[in-house]
Each structure stands twice: as structure tokens, then as C-alpha cells.
């Protein structure tokens, strides 16, 4: 390739918000003779799933404000300055009075991020760097050619396009399984128009996350309205015709997410934390793994001798399994909109005087650094990183807005919202002639059936396996490769296989769990059986990257994952 005369070509497959931070990277660092061909399937850039109608109504927010979102172009702050008076006026914001510390609109966000991509093309239009939007398009395949240094994409009823490297940023998935074969069953409760119901009869939510909220606030919309009393609380009254509406959630430990509060760090910028070189270093001496526990240590314990030094006291002597049962247990012994409302006070007050709950915060932190070295834990350290650390971790870090708070509460006290736990053996059975049969044992272990008319599937974004990879090609050449970790111990690995355990599998005498998604290296390229890097396709869509990189969502990842790959790329 001749510097100067040929361009260098990237191809970029989705255009939602992981997509526009790659090309934020590749249009800051790059020069003229670079041109990006971006392929999306909808007419619009920016917003992807969570931000558009496939994710969103309007009731729907998020859960971030513009202090705590990465800089794209420009802040939310700066660009509703000259952002349409009309969208404006139609979502109450005012450029005046915005408020940098208040939650947004998720389709007015989506609006800003639209525009942020129309900005960095303008800017990359007189970078000279060549910009193609392939709008309204599907990608049927995509080939890798190693002997002539290129990859091909395959878009239906067009010849193929080849490039020097593509970065694949596909966002959210929801395979159907049973929607719109069994009545009254939803996989998810996505996109939300779906879910403008009116019903006359208890609807069963699987999880009480962010995802089940979004059902939630959106199930309550069509069967009734909120109003304020005269003492300004919110209040809700069911519509006539849905008078035996009700919303059930069903989480494995009974709880309800916790609430927004103020960041310390509002980005989340991991100060302090461990460096690359120093976990590589005790990869080396701890026989090829990084341990969960060393990573407990240093990334989140050791940030309260500094911090909270009366905290680091009560929790010094813990292990993570002790650490976790003690916090669990302090949310356990309460009933859940109890809880709830404590830590709603708790939240406003640290919003109020500007003082984080530290301890959830560090979590938060230690959350995101564990996506690096994730990939490095022996098998029975990522078993225990999924079944004792992620739940609470998945609860502290939801940080759901308090206006959501404020309908959660105003359900609950109108009888029409209840959180049921249903521990670790619970299950679903879709009915045919309609709806589902939830099983479950409460706390007596009593085993208890519950039929539900209409059931919403609110877990979130569901992992997907190799054989859900879009792009069969790579399948077929085996670029493509079932993510799995060694364990550490042969007996382990046999005694976990001869229990059950589908996911173990035996591989030349030695034992490997299987995780979520797909291999990939630290450069986000995936890797083949053979241990083979793929140096021209890069794998930055969420649900095939789970199990390599537990805390994959949000736009903190999207920015640090896209100057990775931007590296790589563009050196």
C-alpha cells in the first residue's frame, strides 16, 4: 500500500452507538487517505436499539446525564444550543435551563447522538477523509481473505465490497423463541409498542432489572395514569377496562436495582486501579490465570484505604464470598420497596450534598476493570464470578433514575406492582394454549405454580452462542470460535462434568468451560481454534462478547473497547 495514493479501507457493520465512537477514532486519528464504509440496516445513525423506537417510548430515560456520558463531538450541553427548537419543545428541554446532572429522554438522546454522527462526518469531510453510509441495508455474509489481506461484505442483492479491516458493531439482539407462536408470551419487551397493552389480568416479568422498568413504565401507560395528589405525590389510577391489572416481577433474590446517586467520578475513570503490565505480571506467576480474588483485592478493596478508611477496616478480613453474603444480606432482611424507598432517601441525599455511596461506586469501577483480564480467569473463577459477584454487582450498578423510582413507588402503593423472589431453581413453561406456567419455591420451599395470561421476559440482552453468529462464513471457516476458559484443576473440570455440568467440555485431557459468546483476543479480533488472531475483523457487538467481558454495555465501554481497536487499526 502506497502512503499518499491508496486508501485505506474500513468497513463498519451498524450504526448505533458503538459504532459512532469507532468512528469518532478513526476520524480523529485518521488522515486523508482513509475512507469508512458504515452499513446500517435502519435510515438513521446514532441511536441504535437502546435510543430509537426499537428500544424506547417516551417514557422511557436514561439512566446517565451529560456530566457522566463521554464527549463525542460535543457535549449534550453545547449542542442543544443549536439543536431544533422543535425537538426541543417537544421533549421540555430548554437550552437555557439544561441541566448537565439530570437524566434525559432515551429518544432524545438518541436525537443527540443522530447529530453527533452528522457532526464528526462534516468533520472527517474536511479531514478528506472519505465517508460511505450504506442506509436501509442488510449484511448478508462476511468473508475473510488471509492470502489477500482483505475481508469482503456482503450486503443482499449487491455484489461484494472488500476492505482492509471491518469492526463489527451489530448492538443488541433478541432471537424470538416463543413470541408469536405462544399467545401472550414476549422474549423481551423490545421494541416497546409492543407492550401498549390493555389488560384485564396480572402480567409475570421475568427479572426486576432496568429491562423489566422499561416494561413496567410502559404496561402501566396503556392500563391507566399517574397523577400527583395535592401533596405532590405520585399517584396511579387504572383506566376502566383494566381493573384486574396487575405487574408481577420475578427476581432470584427478591430485590429491586439500585438507585442513582452522585458519582464521584461521574466517568468512571478507574484511577488507581491495576495497569495491564501489572496484571500480564501476575498472570505469569500464578501459573497462567489472573485470580478473581487478586482482582477483588487490589481493584476494589485496596481503594478504601484512601477513600474510606473505616469501611476498608470492616471489610479487610473478607473474602469476596464473605464480602457479598454481608451485603446481600443487609438488602435480604428488608422487605424490597422498604429497601427500596431507604435507598431512594440514601441517593437523594448524596445527590443533594454531592458525596458518593463510595462502596457502590468502587463496585461499579470494579465492575468495568474486570473486562480485561476476564478472559485470563481460570473456569472455576469465572463460576464464581457469575454466580456470587455479578448478582450483586448487577443490582448496585443499575443506578435506575429517580423518576422511575417515583412510578415504581407510586404502582406498589396503588396494589397494582409486587416483586416475588424465586431463587435459583425457578421456571418458566409457555403454555400453548396461551401464556406460562411460572414455577417456582418460596421461602418455606413450598413449591408454588403460578399462571400468568401475559409474561414478558425482562432479563436483558440474552448471551448468544457461536451457532447465533450472523455472519455464517466465518462460522464455516472456523474464524469464528466458542469462547471457553481452562480450569485450573483437572479434578474440578472432571468433577463438574460428571455433575452435569453442560458447559464443560474435555479437550485434549484437559477440561475448559464454555462462556458466552465467541473467542477474542485483547484487541477485540477474534481467534480460531488453533489460537489464531483474525487481524483484519474486529468484534465489538454486544451479545456475542459476554463472556470474555462480564460489564460490555454502556457507552464507557463502547469508548474504551473503540480506542483499543482504533490502535490496532490505525497504530
Known amino acids: ?124 469531510d474536511k479531514k478528506g477523509i472519505t465517508t460511505n453510509i450504506h442506509f436501509g441495508v442488510v449484511v ?5 481473505h488471509p492470502r489477500k489481506k482483505r475481508v469482503s461484505v456482503k450486503v443482499q442483492e449487491q455484489a461484494a465490497q472488500e476492505f482492509d479491516k471491518l469492526v463489527i458493531c451489530t448492538g443488541h439482539n433478541w432471537p424470538k423463541k416463543y413470541e408469536g407462536k405462544i399467545p401472550g408470551y414476549f422474549d423481551s419487551p423490545y421494541p416497546p409498542k409492543k407492550m401498549l397493552l390493555t389488560l384485564n389480568s396480572p402480567v409475570g416479568l421475568m427479572g426486576s432489572s432496568l429491562t423489566a422498568i422499561d416494561a413496567v413504565r410502559t404496561l402501566a401507560k396503556a392500563n391507566g395514569k399517574f397523577v400527583e395528589n395535592a401533596n405532590g405525590k405520585l399517584c396511579y389510577v387504572l383506566k376502566p377496562g383494566s381493573e384486574g391489572f396487575k405487574l408481577v416481577m420475578h427476581s432470584r433474590n427478591g430485590l429491586l436495582p439500585a438507585i442513582r446517586f452522585h458519582l464521584e467520578d461521574p466517568h468512571l475513570g478507574k484511577g488507581g486501579t491495576l495497569i495491564k503490565a501489572e496484571i500480564q505480571k501476575h498472570i505469569k506467576e500464578n501459573g497462567g490465570f489472573v485470580s478473581l480474588d487478586f482482582l477483588f483485592d487490589e481493584n476494589f478493596k485496596a481503594r478504601f484505604k484512601k477513600e474510606d ?35 431512594y432517601i440514601e441517593a437523594e441525599k448524596s445527590i443533594r450534598k454531592k458525596e458518593s455511596v463510595y462502596w457502590k461506586e468502587a463496585l461499579a469501577i470494579l465492575s468495568f476493570t474486570l473486562n480485561y483480564p476476564a478472559k485470563y480467569l481460570s473456569a472455576e473463577d469465572m463460576e464464581r464470578l457469575q454466580k456470587v459477584l455479578m448478582p450483586l454487582i448487577s443490582i448496585v450498578i443499575a443506578f435506575v433514575p429517580q423518576s422511575s423510582c ?24 409457555p403454555l400453548k394454549k396461551g401464556g406460562v406456567n411460572y414455577h417456582y ?111 460490555y454495555s454502556g457507552l464507557d465501554f463502547c469508548e474504551a473497547a473503540s480506542l483499543v481497536v482504533k490502535n490496532q487499526i490505525l497504530g
Open 1 to 124: 500500500m502506497k502512503t499518499g495514493t491508496t486508501k485505506k479501507k474500513i468497513a463498519i457493520i451498524g450504526g448505533g452507538p458503538c459504532a459512532l465512537f469507532m468512528y469518532k477514532r478513526l476520524v480523529e486519528a485518521g488522515g486523508k487517505n482513509l475512507q469508512i464504509d458504515i452499513f446500517e440496516r435502519k435510515n438513521k445513525l446514532g441511536a441504535g436499539m437502546p435510543y430509537s423506537a426499537e428500544g424506547a417510548n417516551e417514557e422511557h430515560i436514561t439512566n446517565v446525564s451529560d456530566n457522566e456520558i463521554p464527549v463525542i463531538f460535543n457535549s449534550i450541553a453545547d449542542w442543544v444550543k443549536t439543536a431544533p427548537k422543535s425537538l426541543l419543545k417537544k421533549y421540555n428541554i430548554s437550552a437555557e435551563n439544561f441541566n448537565e446532572y439530570k437524566v434525559l429522554p432515551r429518544l432524545f438522546f438518541g436525537e443527540y447522538l443522530s447529530a453527533q454522527f452528522d457532526l464528526l462526518k462534516k468533520f472527517a
Open 140 to 144: 448478508e455474509d462476511v468473508t475473510d
Open 309 to 343: 478508611p473505616d469501611f476498608y477496616q470492616k471489610i479487610k478480613g473478607l473474602t469476596l464470598e464473605e464480602f457479598v453474603a454481608r451485603m446481600m444480606a443487609s438488602r435480604e432482611r428488608i422487605e424490597p420497596f422498604e429497601l427500596f424507598k431507604r435507598e
Open 406 to 429: 417515583r412510578v415504581l413507588f407510586a404502582l406498589h402503593d396503588a396494589g397494582i406492582l409486587d416483586i416475588i423472589e424465586v431463587g435459583d431453581n425457578s421456571w418458566v413453561k
Open 441 to 551: 419455591y418460596n421461602n418455606k420451599q413450598k413449591k408454588v405454580v403460578s399462571h400468568f395470561n401475559t409474561f414478558v421476559d425482562c432479563i436483558g440482552q440474552p448471551h448468544l452462542s457461536v451457532k447465533d453468529f450472523p455472519f455464517k462464513s466465518l462460522v464455516k471457516s472456523g474464524k469464528i470460535n466458542q469462547a471457553r476458559l481452562a480450569f485450573r484443576s483437572d479434578e474440578a473440570g472432571y468433577a463438574a462434568k460428571q455433575a452435569g455440568n453442560k458447559q464443560v467440555r474435555e479437550i485434549g485431557g484437559k477440561y475448559f468451560l464454555n462462556v458466552p459468546g465467541v473467542t477474542i483476543n485483547d484487541y477485540f479480533q477474534p481467534v480460531d481454534k488453533k489460537g489464531n488472531n483474525c487481524e483484519r475483523i474486529y468484534l465489538m457487538a454486544v451479545p456475542y462478547m459476554g463472556g470474555y467481558n462480564p460489564d
